[in-house]
């Protein structure tokens, strides 16, 4: 009896996601491995010499040194995180971003999340402090926070290309290093020393911690589509946390619309606005808005807005307010 043919079900298309490569800055990686790599593979000699040297004796305190690197870094975040993790608890629900409290917000989050194929989208805070900021930290699936100052500096536009920023750090997994550095930096020496190999990648990745913002600039960028929005935000986000920087929307989008030429920007900066001792004050800032005006000119940056036209049109991916 002749067996049936079974019929082959057709493959389900892989839907089109973004990749690392799609977006990230020139170098970055170069830079974190040979950093991650040189004081990994140092303190992992250092334990094989001094195990091989003492003829294989107190064997675990020569695996603890070995596990020095990660185990600072993993202990490090965990106090980092924990008076914001703390508040966070205290402040409850109300505060934390969903349907029923803050549905413009969650609706952008949400959308957000399903371009950049994050699965699990990040809670996301709304805090009602006098200070104006926004930032992310790691957790889970990470955790974005801003405040209400900050909100009403910026308009939504506005608002969404940060909030993409946001998840672009947490999708390109720069968080938990980046926070572990910025908190042993802020410890006295004697703390630095306990967190040793923490303390010696504050020193060695300082390129590296400002090429993570090109990067989640660029995600940024292949979600909302606007550069001049962009470019916009992370100056009055800049300028609403600066005390010092007394700078008006007018003489903020005049600066941006000046060019590319920053030296007669500097010189418009002087002579006309106030913004000149801000942007000094700002080293990474000019880099930032120079690195979005190159990328969004650049065939890689057209290469990835159709991937991400393509993510759009899929099922399951809506069509965000920023496109």
């Known amino acids: 009896m002749a067996r049936r043919a079974r019929r082959r079900k057709p493959r389900r298309q892989k839907a089109t996601a973004l990749q690392l490569s799609d977006y990230q800055y020139p170098g970055e990686k170069k830079q974190y491995w040979q950093s991650v790599g040189i004081i990994t593979g140092l303190f992992v000699w250092v334990a094989v010499m001094g195990l091989w040297l003492s003829h294989g004796l107190w064997t675990y305190q020569w695996a603890y040194l070995a596990a020095w690197p990660i185990g600072s870094l993993l202990i ?98 720069h968080l938990h290093l980046a926070l572990a550095m910025i908190y042993v930096e802020n410890l006295n020496p004697l ?83 106030k913004i000149s001792q801000f942007v000094k004050n700002q080293p990474n800032l000019r880099d930032r808005i120079e690195e979005i005006r190159e990328y969004s000119a650049s065939e890689e940056a057209q290469a990835a807005l159709e991937k991400i036209a393509q993510i759009r049109q899929e099922p399951s991916a809506p069509h965000s307010p920023g496109g």
Request: contains cysteine.
């Open 76 to 173: 490090v975040n965990f106090l980092a995180a924990r008076p914001r993790r703390k508040q966070l608890k205290q402040v409850g629900r109300q505060s934390k971003v969903m349907g029923n409290n803050h549905p413009q917000l969650h609706r952008l989050l949400t959308e957000q999340c399903q371009v950049l194929g994050l699965s699990r989208p990040p809670d996301m805070y709304v805090l009602d402090e006098e200070s104006p900021y926004m930032y992310s930290f790691p957790g889970k699936a990470g955790t974005v926070i801003v405040t209400k100052p900050m909100l009403e500096v910026l308009s939504d536009e506005e608002f969404a290309t940060l909030l993409a920023h946001e998840l672009g750090h947490i999708k390109s997994h």
């Open 191 to 273: 703390l630095q020393l306990v967190f040793g190999p923490v303390a010696v990648w504050v020193r060695l990745m300082g390129a590296w911690r400002d090429v993570i913002d090109y990067t989640a600039d660029r995600l940024s960028l292949l979600v909302t589509r606007n550069p001049a929005v962009l470019m916009r935000a992370i100056v009055k986000s800049a300028a609403a946390t600066d005390e010092q920087a007394d700078l008006s929307q007018e003489e903020i989008e005049a600066y941006l619309a000046s060019g590319a030429d920053l030296e007669t920007d500097a010189a418009q900066m002087e002579r006309f606005f």
